[in-house]
């Protein structure tokens, strides 16, 4: 039987490189993405790490910084992030037999096999060339016999120059080099506070780890981080997850731009919630019947009154058409308003999930928002998702005045007619 082989294939600083990537002139330019409402960093470019300014830090706390080193800043652009996402990971299922999306910028390639064909350095540096060719983003690439190790393997290709941003790690002697190099924070799941205890018995590096009795650290610690010693010894124990995990809950929040204070706003926000929660809960294929509210107002400005409050409410039965979510919602927002506050921050979350092929109807529910729901939402989400127009509730409002505060926002490059570059 053939020994298991991964592959990690990670972008590099993915969403400034999305950034840059329409943008030539910023090629060697500091670019930094700002979080909602434009006030952390989210995203830095190697010249903004080269500057030491760090992950989360907010943007008025390096203003100076920003000025004196010309840094770019771009407001989060999400639709573009998400479609060069899907460029790369449409590249990597047509090259590897099995992938896991493991998040926006990051696959799990299972390449078991693969070796008998090609060599594994060589696909590893076909698939990093391919990317860069037809999208633009470059990438890393760790390949190990363990997913553990793959994300290791991964952190030297982008660590280490030399390597060409590929590492095959396939070699146990290779291994415990690497691993003899990396502080334990560096594995994979070993947080910052489990590191630190770990530290405190001695064990600082990636292969004191690795050189742990398994047994031991079960008992003191968790199977986890057992499985976590196995996997940095070679002896795979996490599979690959081809499908995602179905979610337990979605949540919809964001902070308002600016202070709102009216209640006709502080709605219309509540619906845009409620109407992003039900389109993602239908992408699930679920049903939901739990519905949940929340208000807020600011939480550092001890100068002005203080109100947050969040209702819940169960549903008759599981649903995923927004209207029925929209009746239930406004329900609990006129019990949760309080006038004479100003409101930071509002969001809705749906839980108690349901397939929408099992579950166990109501025999004396009636559907409160008509027939042809189904169809109804199917429409309206094909229209949505076309990129040839808007259809949306009228209780959303038509030019909403608490939108995120968004100065630094780049072009639709790759889902907007209107935004394609031109050349002159």
Same mark, same amino acid.
């Given at each position: 039987?053939?020994?298991? @082989?991964?592959?990690?294939?990670?972008? +590099?600083?993915?969403?400034? %490189?999305?950034?840059?990537?329409?943008?030539? /002139?910023?090629?060697?330019?500091?670019?930094?993405?700002?979080?909602?409402?434009?006030?952390?960093?989210? =995203?830095?470019?190697?010249?903004?790490? &080269?500057?030491?300014?760090?992950?989360?830090?907010?943007?008025?706390?390096?203003?100076?910084?920003?000025?004196?080193?010309?840094?770019?800043?771009?407001?989060?652009?999400?639709?573009?992030?998400?479609?060069?996402?899907?460029? @790369?990971? %449409?590249?990597?299922?047509?090259?590897?037999?099995?992938?896991?999306?493991?998040?926006?910028?990051? =696959?799990?390639?299972?390449?078991?096999?693969?070796?008998?064909?090609?060599?594994?350095?060589?696909?590893?540096?076909?698939?990093?060339?391919?990317?860069?060719?037809?999208? $633009?983003?470059?990438?890393?690439?760790?390949?190990?016999?363990?997913?553990?190790?793959?994300?290791?393997?991964?952190?030297?290709?982008?660590?280490?120059?030399?390597?060409?941003?590929?590492?095959?790690?396939?070699?146990?002697?290779?291994?415990?080099?690497?691993?003899?190099?990396?502080?334990?924070?560096?594995?994979?799941?070993?947080?910052?506070?489990?590191?630190?205890?770990?530290?405190?018995?001695?064990?600082?590096?990636?292969?004191?780890?690795?050189?742990?009795?398994?047994?031991?650290?079960?008992?003191?610690?968790?199977?986890?981080?057992?499985?976590?010693?196995?996997?940095?010894?070679?002896?795979?124990?996490?599979?690959?997850?081809?499908?995602?995990?179905?979610?337990?809950?979605?949540?919809?929040?964001?902070?308002?731009?600016?202070?709102?204070?009216?209640?006709?706003?502080?709605?219309?926000?509540?619906?845009?919630?409620?109407?992003?929660? &039900?389109?993602?809960?239908?992408?699930?294929?679920?049903?939901?019947?739990?519905?949940?509210? #929340?208000?807020?107002?600011?939480?550092? +400005?001890?100068?002005?009154?203080?109100?947050?409050?969040?209702?819940?409410?169960?549903?008759?039965?599981?649903?995923?058409?927004?209207?029925?979510?929209?009746? &239930?919602? #406004?329900?609990?927002?006129?019990?949760? #308003?309080?006038?004479?506050?100003?409101?930071?921050?509002?969001?809705?979350?749906?839980?108690?999930?349901?397939?929408?092929?099992?579950?166990? =109807?109501?025999?004396?529910?009636?559907?409160?928002?008509?027939?042809?729901?189904?169809?109804?939402?199917?429409?309206? /989400?094909?229209?949505?998702?076309?990129?040839?127009?808007?259809?949306?509730?009228?209780?959303? $409002?038509?030019?909403?005045?608490?939108?995120?505060?968004?100065?630094?926002? %780049?072009?639709?490059?790759?889902?907007?007619?209107?935004?394609?570059?031109?050349?002159?």
């Amino acid at each position: 039987m053939s020994q298991k @082989v991964f592959a990690l294939v990670d972008c +590099n600083n993915f969403y400034a %490189s999305c950034e840059k990537l329409f943008r030539p /002139d910023l090629k060697y330019k500091p670019v930094a993405v700002l979080s909602n409402n434009d006030g952390c960093i989210v =995203a830095r470019s190697k010249e903004v790490k &080269a500057l030491g300014i760090k992950m989360g830090v907010p943007v008025h706390q390096v203003q100076e910084q920003i000025k004196q080193h010309q840094i770019v800043c771009f407001s989060s652009n999400y639709a573009l992030y998400a479609d060069m996402s899907q460029r @790369v990971m %449409s590249l990597l299922e047509a090259e590897a037999p099995e992938i896991e999306i493991y998040s926006i910028d990051e =696959a799990f390639l299972k390449l078991t096999g693969v070796e008998a064909v090609e060599d594994l350095l060589a696909f590893g540096q076909r698939i990093k060339a391919k990317v860069d060719q037809c999208t $633009g983003i470059t990438v890393g690439v760790g390949i190990a016999p363990t997913k553990t190790l793959a994300k290791l393997a991964n952190h030297a290709a982008k660590t280490y120059p030399a390597t060409g941003s590929v590492v095959n790690l396939m070699d146990p002697a290779r291994q415990r080099r690497l691993l003899a190099l990396l502080d334990v924070s560096e594995v994979w799941g070993v947080g910052r506070r489990l590191s630190k205890r770990l530290q405190e018995q001695g064990i600082h590096t990636a292969l004191d780890l690795a050189d742990t009795d398994p047994k031991l650290v079960r008992r003191e610690y968790s199977v986890v981080l057992e499985r976590t010693i196995r996997e940095l010894n070679g002896i795979s124990c996490l599979s690959l997850e081809s499908l995602p995990a179905t979610k337990k809950q979605i949540l919809c929040s964001r902070s308002f731009g600016s202070r709102i204070t009216e209640r006709a706003q502080l709605k219309e926000a509540i619906a845009k919630y409620v109407t992003r929660a &039900a389109e993602k809960l239908r992408a699930e294929g679920c049903l939901a019947r739990v519905l949940q509210v #929340f208000i807020r107002t600011g939480m550092f +400005n001890a100068s002005e009154p203080q109100y947050r409050n969040a209702l819940t409410i169960e549903l008759t039965q599981p649903t995923d058409d927004t209207r029925a979510f929209l009746k &239930a919602a #406004f329900q609990l927002f006129d019990k949760l #308003f309080r006038p004479g506050f100003r409101y930071a921050k509002a969001g809705v979350m749906l839980t108690d999930f349901y397939s929408s092929h099992a579950y166990q =109807a109501d025999l004396f529910h009636t559907d409160a928002v008509g027939d042809h729901g189904a169809a109804l939402m199917a429409v309206m /989400d094909n229209i949505n998702q076309s990129g040839h127009g808007q259809v949306f509730f009228a209780a959303q $409002g038509l030019a909403p005045e608490w939108s995120m505060k968004r100065q630094f926002l %780049s072009p639709a490059y790759t889902t907007q007619w209107s935004d394609l570059p031109s050349v002159r």
